[in-house]
């Protein structure tokens, strides 16, 4: 499958601590790019991080990419209540259709 | 601030109805795509387009149809529709290499 998957699927941490989300996906990449989902909403786009990358920083967020174990990884640090949300990665395919594929997400809930 | 809109946000209709879900993007973006989502669940690519006059169905079979007669519109359309059609539907637009951009989606019931 060309899809992230996400791990933990679920998580549950303090305001105030660090989170962390996994995704590994199967395929080479353009880019990695990770979204997030309010509930019954779109999904904005956090940040892009490309093949030659190993660790791009927005904000709070820090995303991680190692190509050779084909996985990523989300830091968000000291959480906030509004940063309850679904995270996805979405891996764009080097090769084909050059489409995001979207994974199942992460949910987290943030306890003020 | 949204620069791709989708309406109607909400929608409740009866079986059999035909329906047209719009969606516009005012970015000049060449491709968008439709992707229905269940509460809590993954996106389901259904349609996508790659510019003016080209649709292509996505990974997931869809009884809707699609047209890009414009290239800031895309709308969907179900010529009958059904409680199985009961679901969030997602419009994104990007450009190439780019990341997406989504609208707010159309929460669809079918009673």
């Known amino acids: 499958s060309q899809q992230g998957e996400e791990d933990p699927q679920a998580l549950s941490i303090q305001e105030g601590e660090n989170a962390t989300m996994n995704c590994s996906y199967k395929?080479?990449?353009?880019?990695l790019q990770w979204y997030r989902q309010n509930s019954g909403r779109g999904l904005v786009h956090l940040i892009l991080i490309r093949s030659n990358e190993r660790e791009k920083h927005s904000g709070r967020l820090r995303v991680t990419l190692d190509t050779s174990k084909k996985s990523s990884s989300l830091l968000i640090t000291a959480s906030r209540a509004a940063d309850t949300a679904s995270y996805f990665c979405?891996?764009?395919?080097?090769?084909?259709?050059?489409?995001?594929?979207f994974g199942k997400g992460n949910q987290v809930v943030v306890i003020p | 601030e949204a620069d791709i809109y989708q309406t109607p946000r909400y929608l409740v209709i009866g079986t059999g109805k035909k329906i047209t879900l719009e969606c516009s993007q005012t970015?000049?973006?060449?491709?968008m795509y439709w992707y229905q989502q269940d509460p809590g669940m993954e996106l389901h690519l259904i349609h996508y387009?790659?510019?003016?006059?080209?649709?292509e169905k996505g990974d997931l079979s869809s009884e809707s149809t699609v047209s890009r007669i414009r290239t800031e519109h895309f709308p969907l359309t179900l010529e009958s529709a059904r409680p199985s059609h009961t679901s969030q539907y997602l419009c994104?637009?990007?450009?190439?290499?780019?990341?997406?951009?989504f609208g707010s989606g159309t929460r669809l019931t079918v009673v």
């Open positions: 395929t080479s990449i353009n880019n």
């Open positions: 994104a637009s990007s450009r190439a290499g780019g990341d997406y951009t």
């Open positions: 387009s790659y510019g003016v006059n080209s649709t």
């Open positions: 970015m000049g973006h060449d491709k």
């Open positions: 979405a891996p764009e395919p080097g090769h084909g259709n050059n489409r995001l594929a």
